[in-house]
T-cell receptor, first 112, second 113 residues
Framework: EAGVAQSPRYKIIEKRQSVAFWCNPI?????LYWYQQILGQGPKLLIQ????????DSQLPKDRFSAERLKGVDSTLKIQPAKLEDSAVYLC??????????FGPGTRLTVL | DQQVKQNSPSLSVQEGRISILNCDYT??????FLWYKKYPAEGPTFLIS?????DKNEDGRFTVFLNKSAKHLSLHIVPSQPGDSAVYFC????????????FGKGMKLTVNP
């Protein structure tokens, strides 16, 4: 069974630029999550999708972050414009049952 | 407001000995708890979980203990192996309308040969 795929693996941008991350969840997993992991911290949930509907986006900075999950499969997370404090690893996870989430390798974003 | 706390940032043990990783939480409404393991440049991988109605769950070398009255859980690894060297995250699941995981900051375990 293929795992959660994410791209790119690394991205370096300057502040005020835009960036987008892509996630392909495990086939058949209805729930998809985007997390932000700042160095030295645990993952923090940004947004949770159930199929292509948003379940929880309470911690998503909506003035600059957006996410979509078209057709209930792939998802993209966008930051526009980026700030220095957005430097982090962005993790995508998916699950078929609530108690076990499978994570992708993450995208390490550096904002200069 | 940190609901899940891993107060020790690192732990170093000798191969073959026991590793004990601790986690404290503040929210009594968490319904189960999980441990994730993370190697560098990889995403976290699920290790073991425990329901809030149990006090122990064992899977091979890994055992998780839950003390609800103290709002404390611990992960025991016996015997520890060099391949166990990784960052371990404690996570708690919230029940209700928005089911999500709340993670601690993680603890780096180093098992020395």
């Amino acid at each position: 069974e293929a795992g959660v795929a994410q791209s790119p693996r690394y991205k370096i941008i300057e502040k005020r630029q835009s960036v987008a991350f892509w996630c392909n969840p495990i086939s058949g997993h209805a729930t998809l999550y985007w997390y932000q992991q700042i160095l030295g911290q645990g993952p923090k949930l940004l947004i949770q999708f159930q199929n292509n509907g948003v379940v929880d986006d309470s911690q998503l900075p909506k003035d600059r972050f957006s996410a979509e999950r078209l057709k209930g499969v792939d998802s993209t997370l966008k930051i526009q414009p980026a700030k220095l404090e957005d430097s982090a690893v962005y993790l995508c996870a998916s699950s078929s049952v609530p108690d076990t989430q499978y994570f992708g390798p993450g995208t390490r974003l550096t904002v200069l | 407001d940190q609901q899940v706390k891993q107060n020790s940032p690192s732990l170093s043990v000798q191969e073959g000995r026991i590793s004990i990783l601790n986690c404290d939480y503040t929210n009594s409404m968490f319904d189960y708890f999980l441990w994730y393991k993370k190697y560098p440049a990889e995403g976290p991988t699920f290790l073991i979980s425990i329901s809030s109605i149990k006090d122990k769950n064992e899977d091979g070398r890994f055992t998780v203990f839950l003390n609800k009255s103290a709002k404390h859980l611990s992960l025991h690894i016996v015997p520890s192996q060099p391949g166990d060297s990784a960052v371990y995250f404690c996570a708690a699941h919230t029940q209700g309308g928005s089911e999500k995981l709340v993670f601690g900051k993680g603890m780096k375990l180093t098992v020395n040969p």
